[in-house]
C-alpha cells in the first residue's frame, strides 16, 4: 500500500536527521529502507533527505523545501525574441491574421515575395528563426494580438421548386471530385439585418478540388443577375468548369441555368432542402472569404455594388493566390470522439499547379500573374475599400440590427485599425 504525501512528509522528517549523520555505508543502508517505504527514485530519495527541512536561498525569496528540490527557475534567454514576434505579427497581418497551421507552410514563400517586393526585412538570423519556426509557437506569439468573435448570419434560400425533379441530388457522402472543374455556387445576403426590399446578394463559387474562390456582387436574387454573373465567374476559372452543385433556391434551380448546363454539357447537382452539409466547402467559403471582407452590413445602393464588385476583383486574386487552406483528409469516429486529419496547407494557386488535370498552357499564364502580385501591396488595397465601404454604410439611415451581427461591426473595424 503507497503512503499518503503526509505519510511520507512524516518519515522524511524523521529520517533525515539519521540519514546526514550517518557513514556512508549507513546512509546506503538508510537509502534502501526509505527508499521501499516510500517509493520514491533513488535519486529523488536522495535529494529528499538531504535538504529536508533546510532553507535554500533562491533568486526572488527564502524558501524551505520539503521533500522536493527548490524552485529555482533556470535563467534562459528567449529563442523566439522580441524582433522574430514582432516580424511574426507583421507577417501575420499580411496574411489576414491566419492561425498558425495554416500560416506557417506559407512563411518560406511569404518571406520571399514580400522581399522580391521591398515589403519586409529583417536581419540574417531573424529570418533563419522565421524559417525554422512551428506552428504552435506562431500561436503561442500571436496569442496577445489575437481577437476572437462569435459571427453568425441568416439564411436567406427559398425554395425553387420548378425543374426540381430534372435536377439530380448530390450529398456530401457522395462527394470525390479530385479534378479541378466540380464547383459548389451559393449567394450571400447583404442586407443588414432587416429582409426587406431589394438589397445585394455576392454569387459565391468554390471549386472542390482545389478550394479556389471567385465572388460576385449582384444587385438581387433575380435568376437573370446570378445566371449573368455565373457566365463572368466561369471566364475567371483557372481551369474548365465540369460540374455545379447548388443549394434549392429558386435563383439556381431556374430554366436559365439548366438549359445552359445542358448547352455546355456540365454536371448540374443539387443539395438536399435544410441540409446544409451538403454545400459544405462553399458553405465554409460564405464566412471565411465573404464576411470576412465586407461584414453584415447593408448594400443596396447602385454605388455599393460597383464598390463590392472593385473589392471582390482585388480579393480574389489575395485569395487565390496568398491564402492558404487545409483540405479533410480522413474523419474517423470511435465511441464519442471524431479523430480529423488534414492535409499540409496550400493555397488555391499552389493546388492548381499541383493537380495533373490541368494543362500546361493554363498553369503558365498562372505563373506569370503570380510574379506580379505583391499580397502586402493587395491587403493595404482591400484596406482601403473596405473602409470606403464602411462609410457608405454610415452615410446611410441607420437600420436595427441583431446585437450578434453588432458584434461583427466591431470585429470588421477592428481589422480596419489594425
Known amino acids: 500500500m503507497r503512503l499518503t504525501m503526509k505519510a511520507r512528509q512524516e518519515v522524511s522528517k524523521a529520517t533525515a536527521g539519521q540519514y546526514r549523520g550517518a557513514s556512508k555505508k549507513e546512509k546506503s543502508k538508510i537509502l534502501d529502507q526509505f527508499v521501499a517505504t516510500t517509493g520514491y527514485s533513488r535519486w529523488y530519495a ?15 525569496q527564502t524558501i524551505v523545501v520539503v521533500e522536493r528540490k527548490s524552485s529555482v527557475k533556470r ?22 491574421y491566419i492561425c498558425g497551421k495554416r500560416l506557417q507552410p506559407m512563411l518560406p514563400e511569404l518571406l520571399t515575395v514580400l522581399e522580391r517586393h521591398n515589403e519586409f526585412r529583417c536581419d540574417r538570423e531573424t529570418r533563419a528563426k522565421l524559417l ?17 468573435y462569435e459571427l453568425r448570419g441568416r439564411s436567406g ?18 462527394w470525390d471530385e479530385q479534378r479541378p472543374g466540380f464547383v459548389e455556387i451559393d449567394l450571400v445576403g ?36 446570378v445566371f449573368a454573373a455565373l457566365k463572368k465567374l ?13 443549394d434549392n433556391g429558386s435563383e439556381f434551380i431556374n430554366q436559365y441555368l439548366t438549359d445552359y448546363c445542358k448547352e455546355e454539357k456540365l454536371s448540374f447537382t443539387r443539395s438536399r432542402p435544410y441540409r446544409k452539409n451538403d454545400n459544405c466547402f462553399v458553405e465554409q467559403k460564405n464566412y471565411s472569404v465573404v464576411r470576412r471582407a465586407v461584414g453584415y452590413a447593408r448594400y443596396d445602393t447602385e454605388a455599393q455594388l460597383h464598390l463590392l464588385n472593385e473589392l ?73 475599400l473596405q473602409e470606403r465601404l464602411m462609410k457608405s454604410t454610415a452615410s446611410q439611415k441607420a437600420v436595427r440590427v441583431r446585437p450578434r451581427q453588432c458584434r461583427n461591426d466591431r470585429y470588421f473595424t477592428k481589422q480596419l485599425e489594425s
Not at 535529494?47 to 526572488?60: A, F, I, S
Not at 466561369?234 to 447548388?246: E, H, V
Not at 480522413?330 to 496547407?345: H, Q
Request: hydrophobic share 35%.
Open 46 to 60: 536522495r535529494l529528499v533527505l538531504r535538504h529536508e527541512g533546510r532553507r535554500v536561498q533562491t533568486d526572488k
Open 75 to 96: 535563467k534562459r534567454t528567449r529563442y523566439y525574441d522580441e524582433k522574430v514576434q514582432t516580424a511574426l505579427v507583421k507577417l501575420w497581418r499580411v496574411m489576414d
Open 132 to 148: 525554422r519556426i512551428s506552428a504552435a509557437s506562431i500561436d503561442r506569439l500571436l496569442k496577445p494580438e489575437r481577437r476572437k
Open 157 to 174: 434560400t427559398k425554395p425553387g421548386t420548378l425543374l426540381k425533379k430534372q435536377i439530380p441530388i448530390r450529398t456530401f457522402a457522395e
Open 190 to 225: 447583404h442586407d443588414g439585418g432587416t429582409a426587406a426590399g431589394d438589397y445585394c446578394q455576392t454569387l459565391d463559387l468554390t471549386d472542390i478540388a482545389t478550394t479556389w474562390t471567385e465572388t460576385m456582387a449582384v444587385r438581387n436574387k433575380a435568376q437573370a443577375w
Open 234 to 246: 466561369r471566364k475567371n476559372l483557372p481551369f474548365p468548369l465540369l460540374g455545379i452543385d447548388s
Open 312 to 384: 471582390y476583383a482585388t480579393l480574389r486574386l489575395y485569395t487565390n493566390f496568398f491564402q492558404p487552406t487545409m483540405k479533410l483528409k480522413s474523419k474517423e469516429r470511435v465511441g464519442s470522439k471524431v479523430t480529423k486529419r488534414y492535409d499540409d496547407a496550400q493555397t488555391p494557386y499552389q493546388r492548381v499547379l499541383a493537380a495533373p488535370q490541368v494543362s500546361e498552357a493554363d498553369k503558365q499564364r498562372l505563373r506569370a500573374k503570380y510574379k506580379t502580385l505583391n499580397p502586402a501591396a493587395l491587403k493595404r488595397k482591400l484596406m482601403r
